[in-house]
């Protein structure tokens, strides 16, 4: 329990140096979203409570990082962090394809619920959305099959 | 039959926490961007906040003021090139003017009756510090013999002392084994004008001749070269010697260093 904390830990430092250090690589790569990365890597792993546990804690930090207001993403990733962790209990995910693949997905789900709460709360929207979204979401899933990696480095007693 | 709490419940937590947001982000909206949370979660997250601004800062602003530089060093390197082309013609066109107003004093200067003018590009001076010549240009289907006289703008130059094909050198009345036949201006006193190097001496005047300083010597015509009334030089110094005769100095009538063309003198009858 104890080496998990910690390879989760981390895995948190990880994406906070990533997302960190990504305006010294491209000042294009901000789109993407490391902390939902680590968000779909942990969550699979985890379980439901992980994974929406994680989702709150990193979707409070997500929005510290990007939005004014904290919440936004906070509820995005406490909804994705438990359905990922369904996912995960439900079905068994081999390579780090599926992840990049649920990085893609979870990108998309994300920003199509925070967009829906700053329409609901009747706060604009920037444009244009679209293409940024999509060029967002294919970073992230690369990102998301990064962590995978680095997370079965870190996870030694989950190799197979 | 042990019953879990609801809290644990990852459904009734998701539900909690989903709530909990939706409050606090109505709460917050209505507020304004500096609601209290927003200053915690700021201040909790400050120093990683702060790394990613200066990344970010340091990326585009950092990049923008590298092209910006490149492109101000680049248009700092083609000004530099225009303002040497610029300087260039600028020497050029001093150089040109100051052939143009030598040339126009030259036609300007009074010739002297009885000789036939012909112009002469004066190239280099040479010599020092054993002599005093002068390398000049001139048609190479005109002739001129040994001892022509040279004549600048202002006054003497010297005489042709060899011809090497279209070229020829002058020796300069500043030349030590030059000497002219000189008469004051003013008074009349009749001499020799000697070279000195950078001046020239009158000799042969006696100490109860006339002579002041600031007096303009011309040649006298008794040299049999050059035609007399063509200015010297001006007496810079003058003195009486033990052996009865002045020491007299002349400053060249002709700035001799500074030529660029000269008339050289032909009787019209040769």
Redesign the interface.
């Known amino acids: 329990m104890r080496k998990r904390f910690i390879a989760s830990l981390l895995l948190l430092l990880m994406a ?1 140096a990533v ?6 690589v ?2 294009g790569l ?1 789109i993407a979203n490391p902390f939902l990365a680590l968000l779909t890597v942990l969550a699979l792993r985890g379980g ?2 992980s994974g ?2 994680w989702g ?1 804690f990193l ?3 997500c ?3 990007f939005l ?5 993403h ?2 995005a990733f ?2 994705l962090g ?1 359905l990922l ?1 369904w996912i995960g209990s439900k079905v068994m995910l081999q390579g780090v394809i599926p992840l990049a693949f649920f990085g893609w997905a979870s990108y998309i789900v994300d920003a199509g619920l925070v967009a829906l ?1 700053y329409l609901l ?3 604009p929207l920037a444009a244009p959305f679209l293409v940024p979204v999509l060029l967002g979401s294919l970073a992230t899933g690369l990102m998301a099959a990064g962590f995978e990696l680095a997370a079965r480095k870190l996870f030694p007693e989950e190799r197979p | 039959m042990s019953r879990r709490s609801p809290i644990r419940r990852p459904e009734v937590l998701l539900v909690l926490l989903m709530a909990g947001y939706l409050v606090l982000l109505g709460w917050q909206v209505r507020r304004g961007t500096q609601s209290a949370l927003s200053s915690l979660a700021l201040g909790a997250f400050g120093p990683f906040l702060s790394i990613y601004d200066s990344a970010n800062r340091l990326t585009r602003e950092g990049l923008q003021d590298y092209f910006w530089q490149r492109d101000a060093a680049v248009k700092a390197e083609r000004l530099e090139e225009d303002n040497r082309e610029l300087q260039g013609r600028l020497e050029i066109s001093q150089a040109l003017e100051k052939e143009v107003l030598q040339l126009r004093e030259l036609i300007k200067a009074p010739k002297p009756a009885g000789y036939q003018v012909f112009g002469a590009r004066a190239l280099t001076e040479f010599g020092v510090p054993f002599g005093r010549y002068l390398l000049v240009s001139c048609r190479s289907d005109l002739s001129f013999p040994d001892r022509t006289p040279v004549i600048g703008p202002q006054g003497a130059v010297g005489r042709v002392q060899t011809r090497i094909g279209p070229l020829y050198r002058i020796l300069l009345v500043t030349d030590p084994s030059s000497a002219v036949g000189v008469m004051s201006d003013r008074s009349g006193v009749h001499g020799v004008a000697v070279g000195e190097g950078r001046s020239l001496s009158v000799r042969w005047v006696s100490n109860e001749a006339d002579v002041k300083a600031g007096d303009l010597f011309v040649t006298s015509g008794e040299d049999g070269i050059f035609p007399p009334g063509i200015r010297m030089g001006t007496v810079t110094e003058v003195s009486d010697g033990p052996d009865y005769l002045k020491r007299i100095t002349l400053s060249p009538a002709s700035r001799l260093g500074d030529l660029m063309w000269v008339l050289l003198l032909r009787k019209s009858n040769a």
């Open positions: 906070v997302q960190t250090l990504l305006p010294l491209s000042g901000t439901k409570l929406l546990l709150a979707g409070a930090l929005d510290a990082y004014p207001y904290v919440g936004f906070g509820t406490t909804l438990y962790g709460l709360l009747g706060l």
